[in-house]
């Protein structure tokens, strides 16, 4: 079903396999419009089906990724390239490897950075010389997060390094081993530089993310609750799973 925030379209979809296609359907359209798009991927588990999804649109033809260059949210820091939680990891296994992006115009904060203040000024540059973000991809932590901007007094502006929340480190022990192996810190895009993607798609599955998608959109817009941010970008579509959406559904026109 599609209901409205206003003038943002609000995606509920049946299931959990159109959630997914829903998702990678605007990725498309995104795509095909404009096939050198600089996309915005991210990470996390709720884009793992988008991106199978998008794998099969490339497989039949319905898709290129040929002329269109990336930049990833965040990487943790420090991590090796190689680590099996790496992002860079993450996304070579569930989209790159897969599809026809070419391999220089993949970009992701470099976990390996020696420099990690360097390593971001130079991430924020590229973004620019690039054009800027075409088409944003967003999820959300259970805190508010997105990208890695943590709930804080301010919002960070260009990309960072930042220490995590231990809500963080709580909500993403269950990729790794252990909770001590979850890196402290990431480098993450600011808010201004996720703000100023021309579109933004945000995506949230889960019963845990129901009461801080309700703050998100619905409370007042606070570094407190990063995402709610977004209430000021004017072209944000969101595709949310009926269980994320269950505590603002009586609130969408
Ligand atoms: C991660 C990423 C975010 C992501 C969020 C939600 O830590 N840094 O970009 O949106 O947390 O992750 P998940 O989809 O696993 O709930």
Request: proline share 5%; aromatic share 10%; glycine share 6%.
């Amino acid at each position: 079903m599609v209901y409205h925030i206003g003038n943002t379209v609000v995606n509920i979809p049946e299931s959990i396999d159109e959630f997914n296609k829903t998702s990678a359907r605007y990725m498309m359209e995104q795509v095909n419009k404009k096939p050198d798009s600089v996309m915005g991927f991210a990470t996390g588990g709720t884009p793992v089906g988008a991106y199978r999804e998008l794998i099969e649109l490339y497989k039949s033809g319905r898709i290129s990724f040929e002329m269109v260059k990336s930049f990833n949210l965040d990487e943790y820091y420090p991590i090796k390239k190689d680590n099996s939680q790496s992002y860079f990891r993450y996304m070579n296994e569930n989209l790159f490897n897969h599809i026809d992006i070419k391999p220089e115009n993949v970009h992701l904060p470099c976990g390996e950075a020696v420099d990690p203040n360097t390593e971001c000024d130079a991430y924020e540059k590229k973004i620019i010389a690039a054009g800027g973000i075409d088409f944003q991809l967003l999820g959300i932590g259970t805190n508010g997060h997105i990208g890695f901007n943590e709930p804080d007094d301010k919002f960070p502006c260009k990309t960072h390094l930042v220490g995590l929340n231990q809500s963080t480190i709580d909500d993403n022990a269950r990729f790794f081993d252990s909770r001590d192996e979850v890196p402290r810190k990431a480098l993450t895009m600011g808010i201004k530089t996720i703000m100023s993607a021309k579109k933004i798609l945000f995506i949230a599955s889960g019963a845990n993310k129901a009461a801080i998608i309700k703050e998100a959109f619905f409370g007042d817009i606070t570094p407190h609750v990063p995402a709610s941010v977004l209430q000021l970008h004017t072209s944000v579509i969101i595709v949310l799973d009926e269980a994320a959406a269950a505590d603002i559904k009586d609130k969408l026109e």
